[in-house]
Structure formats: structure tokens, C-alpha cells
């Protein structure tokens, strides 16, 4: 795993997330999963990423040895088709009631207990309370600063 530059700890994580998706216990799985097994690593790949490193949109269809998947979370680490700053602000423009790059505090909670990898009530409040600009007197809140301080906080 040198010769692909993997650190020890990523190394760890795949042959973790390669166990929990051997669901026969054969060292092999279905490259349906390798999407989820990649997310597993704490990657974010696109579903045309996925498709690129050798994922399936189908079970049955091709089986993935441990050996396969390093190269894989490789590809996928170093893919700039992850999803950034700019894709998550177009997203959040979507509950920008005022076009000022504004929205209610209480709809980014939601955002963050409902949708993706949910986080618990206490994780919103504990991340908002952080990273979150305070609320002006209608509950509207900046997210763009938001979005860059979560950012720069996962590099």
C-alpha cells in the first residue's frame, strides 16, 4: 500500500469497511457496495466516480477482493469530483428566501438532523454554535461563512 501512498490509518479504515461489506465472510464484495464502502473511508464520491473505479449499479455483477479496494480509495481520494465549497453554497441558495445569501437558522438545523449523514440534535447545535454567524432578529442567518469554516475545517 506504499506504492499507492496510504497512510496507516487509511489503510485500517478500508480493511474495516471491507469487513463489515464481506457479508459471507469470503473476502469478497459486491462492487454494488463499493460506493457505500468507499463513504465508509470518509469519502465522498460521486456516483460517476463510483462508476469510473469500478463500481456497479447492479448486485451480482462483479465481486471486489480487499486488494481491489486500495487502488480504488485511492482514485476516489484523489478525484476532485467530491463536491465543494461552491456546490454546497448553490445548495443552500435553494432556502435563500431573500437572495442575500441568507436563511433561517432553523432550516439549516433541519438540513443537518434530516438530510445526508444525519447528525443528532446535540451535533447541529454544537456545529451551528461554532461555525454559524448569529441570527439577525427574523432568525436569518449568513451561510456562506458558515459553508467556509466547515470547509477549511475538513482539510
Do not use: W
Not at 456562506?144 to 470547509?151: D, N, V
Amino acid at each position: 500500500m506504499a506504492e499507492l501512498g496510504l497512510k496507516k490509518k487509511e489503510i485500517d479504515a478500508i480493511e474495516f469497511a471491507f469487513d463489515v461489506y464481506d457479508f459471507k465472510g469470503d473476502g469478497k464484495v459486491d462492487a454494488f457496495y463499493a460506493g457505500d464502502l468507499m463513504r465508509a473511508c470518509n469519502l465522498n464520491p460521486t456516483l460517476k466516480t463510483i462508476a469510473e473505479i469500478g463500481g456497479q449499479a447492479e448486485k451480482g455483477k462483479k465481486m471486489l477482493a480487499k486488494e481491489d479496494c486500495f487502488p480504488m480509495f485511492k482514485a476516489c481520494k484523489d478525484s476532485k469530483d467530491q463536491g465543494g465549497f461552491h456546490d454546497f453554497v448553490e445548495i443552500l441558495k435553494l432556502y435563500d428566501k431573500n437572495n442575500d445569501d441568507t436563511m433561517l437558522g432553523h432550516e439549516l438545523f433541519r438540513l443537518l438532523t434530516n438530510l445526508g449523514e444525519k447528525l443528532t440534535k446535540e451535533e447541529a447545535k454544537s456545529l451551528m454554535k461554532e461555525l454559524c454567524e448569529p441570527e439577525d432578529d427574523e432568525g436569518f442567518m449568513p451561510f456562506k461563512p458558515f459553508l467556509e469554516r466547515m470547509c477549511a475545517a475538513e482539510k
